[in-house]
């Protein structure tokens, strides 16, 4: 008898946890691997970043917390790849990416644009047009895939360079030509880390590098619970595009933009 008591108040126990939401029940918490890219992924702001505080709704909405994990880039990718993480936030699409990751819909649109000092007069329309000039290049982004070939095959000078913040120095003190740099980080940097007067010494070329720069979650595939978990992130994502909330996070920035058009 009391065997049997014991399996019918399980059995009840089981059923009444079923009918409970999803917020109620104990929620899995995901670890995944970021870096510094303010102020989109950041250990400076209180939401840790626009597009980290966006993920982490959407995996709300979807049942899970978020717990970021913030290191080099390069570290991140590759130990997300390894199985360490549950997944990375948040990178460029690839050929290699796509092989080795489980990668989410489209998470946000960046806008790339090439900086250069006001005092050298640029202009480019195709990749080609980049050749006489020293470009800062951070090894862990993406740029584009022609970009990128050029680059590998030497027909564009590159200066390796650690970060967005290195890169805005070398441009100020002539060291190099020119920085491809996501607009909204630019003007983050700028206002942050540097004054009026070298700010007015910048601009960005009205001719962004792609209008087609998505950026993505990316899950572990050694893990064999992430295409369920990316399933259903991007449903919840898709839903937080429904309700422009992206677009409303972007609006916070209040980041004048007027400085990337040269006179």
Same mark, same amino acid.
């Not at 702001?45 to 979807?62: K, N, S, W």
């Given at each position: 008898?009391p065997?049997r008591?014991?399996?019918?108040?399980?059995?009840?126990?089981?059923?009444?946890?079923?009918w409970?939401p999803v %917020?109620a029940q !104990? #929620?899995?918490?995901?670890?995944?691997?970021?870096?510094?890219?303010?102020?989109y992924?950041?250990?400076?702001r209180?939401?840790q970043g626009?597009?980290?505080a966006?993920?982490?709704?959407?995996f709300?909405q979807a049942?899970?917390?978020?717990?970021?994990h *913030?290191?080099p880039w390069?570290?991140a990718?590759?130990?997300?790849?390894? %199985?360490?993480?549950?997944g990375? !936030?948040y990178?460029?699409?690839?050929?290699?990416?796509?092989?080795?990751f489980?990668l989410?819909?489209?998470?946000?649109?960046?806008?790339?644009?090439?900086?250069? #000092?006001?005092d050298?007069?640029f202009?480019?329309?195709s990749e080609?047009?980049?050749?006489?000039?020293t470009?800062a290049v951070?090894?862990?982004?993406?740029?584009?895939?022609?970009?990128?070939?050029l680059?590998t095959?030497?027909?564009?000078k590159?200066?390796?360079?650690?970060d967005?913040?290195s890169?805005l #120095?070398?441009?100020?003190y002539?060291?190099?030509d020119?920085?491809?740099?996501e607009r909204n980080v630019?003007?983050?940097l700028?206002?942050k880390? *540097?004054? !009026?007067?070298?700010?007015?010494?910048?601009? !960005?070329?009205p001719k962004?590098?792609?209008?087609?720069f998505t950026?993505?979650?990316?899950?572990s595939?050694?893990?064999?619970?992430?295409?369920?978990?990316?399933?259903? *992130?991007n449903?919840?994502l898709?839903?937080?595009?429904?309700k422009?909330?992206?677009?409303q996070?972007?609006a916070?920035l209040?980041c004048d933009?007027r400085?990337t058009?040269?006179?």
């Amino acid at each position: 008898m009391p065997t049997r008591l014991m399996l019918w108040l399980s059995g009840l126990l089981y059923g009444c946890l079923a009918w409970l939401p999803v %917020g109620a029940q !104990a #929620r899995t918490t995901l670890h995944l691997a970021t870096g510094e890219l303010p102020p989109y992924a950041t250990e400076s702001r209180p939401d840790q970043g626009i597009v980290l505080a966006l993920i982490r709704q959407a995996f709300d909405q979807a049942g899970y917390d978020v717990q970021y994990h *913030f290191m080099p880039w390069s570290r991140a990718q590759v130990e997300t790849r390894l %199985g360490r993480w549950d997944g990375t !936030a948040y990178w460029g699409k690839t050929t290699d990416r796509v092989r080795d990751f489980w990668l989410s819909d489209n998470v946000l649109t960046e806008q790339w644009v090439f900086l250069h #000092r006001k005092d050298m007069p640029f202009d480019w329309h195709s990749e080609a047009d980049l050749a006489p000039y020293t470009i800062a290049v951070i090894p862990d982004y993406t740029y584009t895939p022609a970009f990128r070939k050029l680059l590998t095959e030497g027909k564009l000078k590159g200066d390796t360079t650690p970060d967005d913040l290195s890169g805005l #120095r070398k441009l100020l003190y002539k060291r190099v030509d020119l920085l491809p740099i996501e607009r909204n980080v630019a003007c983050f940097l700028l206002h942050k880390q *540097f004054s !009026a007067a070298q700010i007015q010494q910048l601009a !960005a070329h009205p001719k962004r590098m792609t209008d087609q720069f998505t950026t993505h979650l990316m899950l572990s595939r050694q893990r064999p619970a992430s295409p369920a978990i990316l399933k259903a *992130f991007n449903k919840a994502l898709a839903e937080l595009y429904r309700k422009k909330v992206p677009q409303q996070l972007l609006a916070k920035l209040n980041c004048d933009l007027r400085w990337t058009i040269a006179p």
